[in-house]
């Protein structure tokens, strides 16, 4: 058959044989056991016209259930805030339109401008000197964030509330796996930061303790009193913050966080079924030799006008080889584009008004879901656009039920904690309505009836 | 030629290391700072940490090259140069003074007969130019 859009015809395949000295590609393969080999063709449908291939493409599309068509209340780390129209408009363009960090970077210096107004915002937003050009996502971010506070303290043992993404808690994991760093958790049982337990797991072995807020409940921590403690121990405070909030919630940095990681999803980057994500990463100025990924500085060219270039490369990969301070040499420019692109859009403003929204309408619904009968809030704590709910019948036979009629009701628990096997996690952002929140409520009790 | 004061001793990595009671002063040579040019980062190991010979114990970073600083011996760090952090441009001013990097007290009195004389870190030197 004619490969129609993979050059590689018969005759080219005829000469790749003879050069490596096999007679057919079946010689290349017989190293590989016969029973783990298909031994008839792939049960492939037929080839499709373009317009059948768009058709059916659609149709797989549409089984998704997504939040255009859907009403959301869904978040867990990934939420459904409004991405302005100027963000497709002007990524588009052909000056920015790469997923990649520059590797020319000082011929790109419309690019490095970008990033350095996007590291800028986020040293603003989370009241830290020195933000990076970014990383992949908010995990990636607090496992770098872990590899960092190890570095910097010279310490093995790594302490994470239970408040923080129980995903971000696996990437962390893995990424503490090589170096032998030990991670202790520290209970959450009334959904925040068990401050005792805390105070006993942090010792002189510590380098890092963890906190998220608003944490993966949608609870706020107290993160002043995690910093003193982290800092009485000669341990930096690693604090994960959504920082689409921070117009609202006071920056971590103010509070004593040493290093401030997140996902940067929010800030006008759609979710995508999950990615790609931008992971944001912060420090206090001290440490800037110890920061991960990418730094993009100002200066004066000879001339005395002002440019911007790649700095502190000396940290990296590429210079630096195995004793580099992390494996990341990339970032994901784009996303930080977005994000750049919403902050400039919505000003100092339009983020309060964000975040006031959320909160808001999370606190109506807060209210409304809970009048129904059975359901209640599972935690007693402070919360700001997500909170916990626990319902009388399992929240995935009530998530499928409520799915029926396009509203996604929030993320169950179970697969994240035995424990919350009744609790239903959900996230209101500015984008909801009351009448979307009075149906979602009217709906859930119809069906808890 | 940089300047090779006789009474140290030397390493083929370009660190002097001179004797002080029982204590070993350590920095740069003369030699070193010039090659890497303005020198904007030094890292250095905290006062407690072991250090071993022929080991990375520190990093220095120039405009130019990032490089890292082996011990001359093995010991443990009794005293570090507080001052190098906020000015590294120490190192290439006063190489053998004021830009000193660390003080060992030394594990093993052994390492001490294998650095080389300045004799021969100027030979050595010497050889390594052509």
Redesign the interface.
């Given at each position: 058959m004619a490969s129609r859009y993979i050059a590689n015809t018969p005759a080219e395949q005829r000469e790749m044989l003879t050069t490596v000295g096999a007679a057919s590609i079946e010689d290349l393969l017989v190293k590989i056991p016969a029973k783990a080999r298909l031994s008839r063709p792939l049960a492939l449908p037929s080839a499709l016209a373009e317009s059948d291939l768009v058709r059916h493409m659609r149709a797989l599309a549409a089984r998704n259930a997504d939040a255009d068509r859907f009403v959301c209340f869904m978040g867990a780390g990934s939420y459904d805030h409004f991405v302005p129209s100027p963000i497709d408009h002007l990524i588009s363009r052909g000056e920015f339109f790469t997923a990649y960090t520059p590797y020319q970077p000082e011929a790109s210096q419309g690019t490095l401008r970008t990033i350095y107004e996007y590291q800028t915002m986020i040293a603003e937003l989370t009241g830290m000197d020195v933000a990076n050009a970014s990383i992949y996502d908010g995990a990636s971010s607090l496992a770098e964030a872990a590899l960092m506070a190890h570095a910097v303290t010279?310490r093995d043992e790594v302490v994470l509330a239970r408040g923080v993404n129980p995903l971000y808690r696996r990437v962390v994991a893995t990424y503490c796996d090589g170096p032998g760093i030990r991670l202790r958790d520290v209970p959450a049982p009334e959904g925040v930061l068990d401050l005792d337990a805390a105070g006993r797991l942090v010792t002189g072995k510590t380098a890092a303790l963890v906190v998220q807020s608003p944490n993966f409940y949608g609870a706020l921590e107290d993160v002043a009193a995690a910093a003193e403690l982290a800092h009485a121990a000669g341990a930096l405070l690693v604090v994960v913050s959504d920082p689409v909030n921070l117009g609202v919630l006071e920056a971590p940095g103010r509070l004593g966080a040493d290093i401030v990681v997140g996902e940067g999803q929010g800030l006008g980057v759609p979710m995508s079924f999950g990615g790609p994500n931008l992971g944001v990463f912060a420090a206090r100025a001290e440490l800037v030799?110890r920061i991960p990924g990418r730094l993009v500085g100002a200066t004066v060219d000879r001339d005395g006008a002002r440019g911007f270039v790649l700095t502190l490369q000396?940290r990296e990969q590429h210079?630096?080889r195995a004793?580099a301070t992390s494996n990341i040499c990339t970032n994901v420019a784009l996303c930080a584009l977005m994000a750049t692109i919403y902050l400039s859009t919505l000003g100092k403003q339009g983020l309060r008004r964000v975040g006031e929204l959320s909160a808001a309408k999370a606190h109506y619904a807060a209210e409304r879901l809970t009048a129904i009968p059975g359901v209640s809030l599972r935690f007693a704590q402070p919360f700001f656009k997500e909170f916990v709910l626990r319902l009388p019948k399992p929240p995935t036979s009530v998530v499928a039920r409520l799915a029926r009629r396009r509203i996604l009701p929030g993320v169950p628990l179970k697969t994240y904690d035995r424990a919350l096997a009744d609790s239903l996690l959900v996230a209101v952002t500015e984008q909801r309505t009351r009448e979307e929140i009075d149906a979602y409520a009217g709906a859930l009790a119809e069906v808890l009836k | 030629m940089a300047s090779v004061p006789a009474e140290l001793k030397y390493t083929k990595e370009h660190e002097w290391a001179k004797r002080e009671g029982d204590r070993i002063r350590i920095g740069i040579t003369a030699y070193a700072q010039e090659q890497l040019g303005d020198v904007v980062f030094v890292e250095l190991p905290k006062v407690g940490a072991k250090v071993t010979a022929h080991q990375a114990f520190g990093v220095v970073e120039s405009v130019k090259a990032v490089s890292d600083l082996f011990a001359p011996v093995s010991g443990e760090v009794v005293e570090t140069n507080a001052e190098l952090p906020q000015k590294p441009e120490t190192v290439n001013k006063d190489p053998y003074g004021k830009g000193w990097m660390i003080v060992v007290k030394p594990s093993s009195a052994g390492e001490w007969d294998h650095l080389l004389s300045a004799e021969q870190y100027e030979k050595f030197v010497a050889e390594a130019a052509h």
């Open positions: 010279e030799r000396t210079i630096r004793k | -």
